[in-house]
């Protein structure tokens, strides 16, 4: 009786956290496109600009939002061999989706990701792996985009104080992810030996709930461990490629938009918008509403029109930008997912079982 109390009120302090977040994630969303948005350029203005884009510029944007959905599957086919492009390109988008509709955020996306590879035969190790590989490669590149940009900024005989401590902190981070991972894949000890703490750990847990300890112990570990050595040297390659034309489809997405609303190159230039968009790549990470919204849009504005953009344009570019960025995705992988059945096995199962 007293567990299933105990239970009981933690399910309710989580279920108030969850729905603190959701109201701050609206307070905050509601604050920045009401107040902070239009405070740099009235709305007016902004429709101003839409209504003088040509249908040259309307077709590039749709092309440059096509690329951007297109890139999104093969990420996951180098990181689960059998997993076809139609089926990746579904699970990416229906994550993708569901993590920024749902409560939850990117919890929730995972979550559909395991649900959606295991009702197509894929389970165990292989898609625990795959997560855990497209996501460390997913955020080495958002950690080394500002790197590279700062670095172009110097080249190009500009400097940018912001895009400069942003690149500092993400090469120490970038680093420390590094490190960790070359250190867990290269010695086998520590492996098994921080999994039989983790299962120990694990069964503890369970058993102040009554339950059956896990099954799995450092041995698990080291498989996975052996697996993940063999899934990098084979396909390291393939990984890095898909992962980097993902995240180039983005900046072009933003390029086109800068563009399209007649941002110059004299006013901004290629490597000072790449500049704003790793900076704004980075606030996404790690901003508490979903996809970053509100706070990509003014770290993305703000940087755009620190390197000389119009107001009025800059907050047209970036409304643009994020448009074209969520709606195809949202609108195709809300489809995806409500459609997870349909069509064929992707490809031969794997049954592994799980960690």
Request: proline letters at 5%.
């Amino acid at each position: 009786m007293r567990v299933e109390l105990e239970e009981a009120q933690k399910k309710k302090r989580t279920g108030w956290s969850r729905w603190v977040m959701i109201g701050v994630s609206v307070v905050t969303i509601g604050l920045t496109f009401a107040f902070v948005l239009p405070h740099i350029a009235d709305y007016q203005q902004v429709w101003h600009v839409l209504k003088g884009l040509s249908w040259q510029w309307l077709v590039g944007l749709a092309v440059a939002a096509a690329i951007n959905v297109a890139t999104f599957g093969p990420p996951w086919m180098a990181a689960l061999p059998g997993l076809s492009y139609l089926h990746s390109s579904r699970l990416t988008l229906a994550s993708t989706a569901v993590s920024v509709v749902a409560p939850g955020g990117g919890a929730a996306g995972m979550a559909a990701s395991f649900g959606m590879l295991k009702s197509w035969g894929f389970e165990g190790r292989p898609v625990g792996l795959a997560v855990t590989v497209t996501s460390i490669w997913n955020q080495l590149m958002i950690l080394g985009v500002p790197i590279l940009a700062a670095a172009a900024l110097v080249a190009q005989g500009d400097r940018n104080r912001t895009i400069e401590w942003v690149a500092l902190i993400s090469l120490a981070l970038f680093c420390v992810m590094v490190a960790a991972f070359a250190v867990g894949l290269a010695n086998a000890r520590l492996t098994r030996r921080i999994g039989d703490k983790a299962a120990r750990f694990a069964s503890w847990a369970k058993g102040l709930l009554h339950k059956a300890p896990v099954t799995w112990n450092g041995e698990a570990f080291a498989r996975f461990r052996e697996e993940s050595i063999v899934l990098i040297r084979d396909r390291w390659w393939y990984l890095t490629l898909t992962t980097l034309a993902n995240h180039l489809s983005v900046f072009l997405l933003l390029i086109v938009s800068v563009r399209a609303v007649g941002i110059t190159p004299t006013q901004v230039t290629l490597v000072e918008a790449f500049g704003a968009w790793a900076v704004s790549r980075v606030i996404g990470s790690i901003a508490p509403t979903p996809g970053g919204l509100g706070f990509v849009e003014l770290g993305l504005t703000g940087a755009l029109v620190a390197f000389g953009a119009p107001n009025a344009e800059a907050v047209t570019a970036a409304l643009v930008y994020r448009v074209l960025m969520d709606v195809p995705t949202v609108g195709l992988g809300l489809l995806a997912a409500a459609t997870v059945k349909v069509g064929a096995r992707p490809g031969k199962p794997n049954e592994q079982p799980a960690i």
